[in-house]
């Protein structure tokens, strides 16, 4: 049985670890609650140090009891929330009571399996915001894990190019505004490019956006600011039939 809050502190086992930044947890009345962790971005699990990150996690909680704090769910209906995970064995704590409890997302920065991500920074605490970002600089400096790569990419990059690769074939097949003839020579698969040629497909075609918005997997103030379409517009273009 799975189960959604709007908001506060849930306690439960973890049962499974679907990435380096999501997990799902049992509570004692046998809810379950997907959880993307806070505060970090983990590598996609096609890129490099995915699959790594994922057994970081794992290795971390898996099995074990952890208390989550949120205040708002994703796109995907999961909790987003700071997760902290007690001592394992230990029965009379419970993570939030433990002064030696880890923060599970500073854990997967310091152990260079994430990035802390600065998108949403303005959402966390002061002092979690502190925290991960030195964490972060402290990873990078001695090049551990993900930052032991020569370029590593940060995923959200890395989810973007793979988006316009998908909006990019999904406007040469479907989007009467996209001009294929006109740009298909010019354009490779670069991102640049890419987005320059969504760009002018979507200037006088509500159609190319609905079908790129559709495409991209992005919320609508993402898709909004990455492709320079106004809210406004964007929520009147979506809601139309």
Excluded at 148 to 157: A, Q, Y
């Amino acid at each position: 049985m799975v189960s959604s809050l709007s908001a506060g502190t849930i306690i439960g086992k973890v049962v499974k670890v679907a990435d380096g930044d999501t997990l799902t947890i049992v509570d004692s009345k046998g809810f379950k609650y997907r959880i993307r962790l806070a505060g970090i971005d983990a590598p996609e699990q096609d890129q490099p140090y995915g699959k790594k990150s994922t057994k970081n996690l794992r290795w971390l909680i898996f099995n074990k009891e952890v208390t989550a704090k949120y205040s708002k769910h994703d796109r995907y209906g999961r909790i987003v929330g700071k997760v902290l995970a007690g001592p394992k064995g230990n029965i009379f704590c419970l993570p939030t009571e433990c002064a030696w409890a880890l923060d599970v997302g500073l854990e997967q920065i310091k152990a260079g399996m994430a990035w802390h991500y600065k998108r949403y920074q303005k959402e966390q605490a002061n002092e979690d915001k502190n925290s991960y970002s030195k964490a972060g600089r402290g990873a990078k400096k001695k090049k551990i894990g993900l930052w032991s790569d020569e370029n590593p990419i940060p995923p959200w990059k890395w989810r973007r190019d793979k988006r316009l690769k998908v909006l990019y074939q999904t406007c040469m097949e479907k989007a009467k505004g996209c001009k294929a003839k006109k740009y298909a020579k010019e354009l490779g698969i670069d991102a640049a490019q890419l987005k320059s040629f969504l760009d002018e497909a979507m200037k006088n075609e509500d159609e190319g956006i609905k079908r790129a918005f559709e495409a991209s997997g992005l919320e609508e103030e993402e898709f909004a600011a990455e492709f320079k379409v106004s809210p406004e517009r964007l929520k009147s273009i979506i809601k139309s039939e």
